[in-house]
């Protein structure tokens, strides 16, 4: 590979990261503005997240983003997952897509939940992440007896796509 | 005077440095005016980053576009996502008009369903409004009355002086 073809390379799966960061992110508030949930600490923690997860798309070690809500009888649910599904190269004709329309239509059918209800986001790795600032160890909540929705593929970009199910 | 100017979003920019693209673009409008300070400005569209950033990863300010009302500036500013976000022939130098304004206010977009989210942070911020911002021809029809004022009292005058 020439060193011209890798400086390209790079460049793509950057903006692949952060194509695919903004569609998450983006829909995580969109989701919990829905949802009538508090996101102060989403915007606040923004800029931290945002790096976070665009570093660890590109480095291609990121697995899935997984919203949780925490309710105030200590139920976790709803659940939703962003799987990211890398390519291993980036693909020529891939452009930078977001089924935006798709998901608002979906989002409104989203069961409601009590007021006080609180959220988590977590991450969860195929191979170990780079460190970020802001985040640390912890573990997912049981999804035990939950029932799965796919919505199918969210968004798409060169180097990898990303996708949503919702659990309930 | 109505301009638009679009903003390249991702995957060319972080909603966050879209965001600051923005700032960037209405204080450097406005800083231009003697009456106005850039550090105001900034400080108030600071303000507002949190709820703007969302708005731009939400994709809203693709659809929804913020509005600076700024007489005799009328701006509206939208970003551009996806492809469209990597070719975009951008200009994001100071819009004209800016060094005469005296009032400025910035209307952000309250889509569904982030709405109330927008309002509910910047309720009580100045210079910054989540109302339907004025229709430009509201104001240009306005100071085309007021000129048309003028320039009958200057008409007036000159008759009188000629008498």
Same mark, same amino acid.
Request: aromatic share 6%.
């Given at each position: 590979?020439?060193?011209?073809?890798?400086?390209?390379?790079?460049?793509?799966?950057?903006?692949?990261?952060?194509?695919?960061?903004?569609?998450?992110?983006?829909?995580?508030?969109?989701?919990?503005?829905?949802?009538?949930?508090?996101?102060?600490?989403?915007y606040?923690?923004?800029?931290?997240?945002?790096?976070?997860?665009?570093?660890?798309?590109?480095?291609?070690?990121? =697995?899935?983003?997984?919203?949780?809500?925490?309710?105030?009888?200590?139920?976790t649910?709803?659940?939703?997952?962003?799987?990211?599904?890398?390519?291993?190269?980036?693909?020529?004709?891939?452009?930078?897509?977001?089924?935006?329309a798709?998901?608002?239509?979906?989002?409104?059918? =989203?069961?409601?939940?009590?007021?006080?209800?609180?959220?988590?986001?977590?991450?969860?790795?195929?191979?170990?992440?780079?460190?970020?600032?802001?985040?640390?160890?912890?573990?997912?909540?049981?999804?035990?007896?939950?029932?799965? =929705?796919?919505?199918?593929?969210?968004?798409?970009?060169?180097?990898?796509? =990303?996708?949503?199910?919702?659990?309930? | 005077?109505?301009?638009?100017?679009?903003?390249?979003?991702?995957?060319?920019?972080?909603?966050?440095?879209?965001?600051?693209?923005?700032?960037?673009?209405?204080?450097?409008?406005?800083?231009?005016?003697?009456?106005?300070?850039?550090?105001?400005?900034?400080?108030?569209?600071?303000a507002?980053?949190?709820?703007g950033?969302?708005?731009?990863?939400?994709?809203?300010?693709?659809?929804?576009?913020?509005?600076?009302?700024?007489?005799?500036?009328?701006?509206?500013?939208?970003?551009?996502?996806?492809?469209?976000?990597?070719?975009?022939?951008?200009?994001?130098?100071?819009?004209?008009?800016?060094?005469?304004?005296?009032?400025?206010t910035?209307?952000?977009?309250?889509?569904?369903?982030?709405?109330? /989210?927008?309002?509910? /942070?910047?309720?009580?911020a100045?210079?910054?409004?989540?109302?339907?911002?004025?229709?430009?021809?509201?104001?240009?029809?306005?100071r085309?009355?007021?000129?048309?004022?003028?320039?009958?009292?200057?008409?007036?005058?000159?008759?009188?002086?000629?008498?």
């Open positions: 590979m020439s060193p011209t073809s890798t400086s390209t390379s790079t460049y793509t799966r950057t903006k692949t990261a952060v194509y695919l960061t903004d569609v998450v992110m983006g829909t995580i508030a969109d989701i919990l503005a829905e949802l009538k949930i508090d996101i102060t600490s989403l606040r923690d923004w800029k931290q997240d945002e790096s976070a997860i665009a570093a660890w798309i590109e480095e291609e070690s990121l =697995l899935q983003v997984v919203l949780e809500c925490h309710q105030p009888n200590g139920t649910a709803p659940i939703i997952e962003f799987p990211v599904a890398y390519r291993s190269s980036g693909e020529g004709d891939a452009t930078f897509t977001a089924d935006r798709s998901l608002a239509r979906y989002r409104a059918k =989203l069961v409601r939940v009590p007021a006080g209800t609180t959220y988590g986001i977590i991450c969860t790795f195929k191979v170990t992440p780079t460190p970020q600032p802001g985040w640390g160890p912890g573990h997912r909540a049981s999804t035990e007896g939950l029932k799965s =929705l796919t919505f199918g593929t969210l968004a798409s970009a060169p180097h990898a796509a =990303l996708a949503l199910r919702y659990l309930r | 005077m109505q301009r638009h100017r679009q903003v390249a979003a991702a995957p060319h920019r972080k909603a966050s440095e879209t965001w600051e693209a923005i700032e960037k673009l209405v204080t450097s409008t406005l800083e231009r005016s003697p009456r106005i300070t850039g550090k105001d400005v900034a400080a108030a569209l600071k507002a980053s949190p709820v950033i969302m708005l731009v990863a939400g994709g809203h300010l693709d659809k929804h576009p913020v509005v600076v009302v700024a007489d005799p500036v009328y701006l509206t500013i939208s970003t551009v996502s996806g492809d469209a976000a990597l070719s975009l022939d951008e200009d994001l130098g100071p819009v004209p008009g800016g060094t005469t304004v005296t009032e400025w910035v209307y952000l977009p309250t889509p569904d369903p982030v709405g109330d /989210a927008v309002r509910s /942070a910047i309720t009580g100045a210079h910054l409004s989540a109302d339907e911002p004025p229709g430009e021809s509201t104001t240009k029809a306005a085309l009355s007021e000129g048309s004022v003028l320039d009958l009292d200057a008409l007036a005058n000159r008759a009188r002086e000629s008498k």
